[in-house]
């Protein structure tokens, strides 16, 4: 909610400011806008479809119980890969986390979880590969990978 | 048409898939549906402002601008202001990759734009909160600075490898 106020008051904020400046400029930065989410599309689509698809086949329960105790030395393995290709809201893993931790999930587990479900999206590449071009892509989600790991050595040593 | 279709190829192919399993897994493709109109309501509210900023940027903001905000002479004040940027409540992080690749094209240092995304994914006020509330603030302290310090090697290893002709043209 507070994402949605913040984002239109700037909006509006910006438009406004626009509209008053030049009607011609803002009309040429709506065929911009309408252009880049028109290119957009079809990966947004895919996007929403495929978390669909990820999701109903590993619901939070599923989740669960590959990351819980009863994984043992798989969890982490698992969290990584789960971390890597769903996409599920950052306000929704954290409970899943903390329950995850309290019923004995490893740190290490639950943070190689949460950074890669963070900072690693196999699912928004091709639309990262479209905005940024392929080799960005893939350096910045191979090294966040990697990083992922190196956190949850770190914290698994340290807490 | 034809064009058409191939264009919109992936999302096709999605829905038949989505088809298929209403058809074999009938509880599976519930659920998969539930989640992704959820996703459509949330993309339906978040990306017509971020695309129409994206374009106010484009016109508005000139190329010196950027370069002296964050682009390649602009040391730590470029890290902070890129870092801030990040954080401001503004969505899932693929909402950020237009927005990322228009501040490259138009000067942004490389490394500057990997702690823009790394904060906008990772380093949330709300996101915070919710994190420290689950999970503790030690965890939560902890988790932030290896995230930032993590954020800030990968721009600089992304930084000697990627150059402008790495980046998608613009259309």
Known sequence: MVTIITIYAFLVVCLALSIWK?????????????????????????????????????????????????????????????????LIPALVSFPLAGSLLDSGATVITITVFITTLLMVGT???????????????????????????IIATVMGVIL | MMSMIKKFKAPLILALIYLGLAIWLPSTAQRSAAVAVNYIGE?????????????????????????????????LKGMLISFFMGTIPTGPLYVAFPLAGSLLQKGARTSNIVIFLGA??????????????????????LRF???????????????????????????
């Open chain 1, 22 to 86: 030049s009607r011609e400029k803002t009309t040429q930065a709506f065929n911009l806008s309408a252009k880049a989410l028109w290119n957009m599309a079809p990966n947004l689509l895919a996007i929403v479809g495929l978390v669909g698809l990820i999701l109903g086949v590993l619901p939070p329960e599923t989740i669960s119980s590959l990351l819980g105790v009863e994984a043992g030395a798989a969890a982490p393995i698992a969290a990584a890969i789960i971390g890597s290709i769903t």
């Open chain 1, 123 to 149: 699912v928004t590449a091709p639309m990262e590969i479209k905005a940024l071009g392929k080799k960005f892509t893939l350096l910045r989600n191979g090294l966040s990978f990697i990083a992922a790991l």
């Open chain 2, 43 to 75: 993309m339906a509210l978040i990306i017509p402002p971020v695309f129409i900023l994206m374009g106010l940027l484009q016109v508005w903001i000139p190329k010196e601008k950027i370069t002296a905000l964050i682009g390649k002479d602009t040391g």
């Open chain 2, 120 to 141: 906008w994914a990772a380093i949330k006020v709300p996101q915070l909160i919710a994190e420290t509330q689950f999970l503790g603030p030690s965890y939560t302290a």
């Open chain 2, 145 to 171: 600075v290896l995230t930032l310090l993590a954020v800030i090697v990968i721009g600089r290893i992304m930084e000697k490898r990627i150059t402008i002709k790495d980046l998608p043209k613009i259309e």
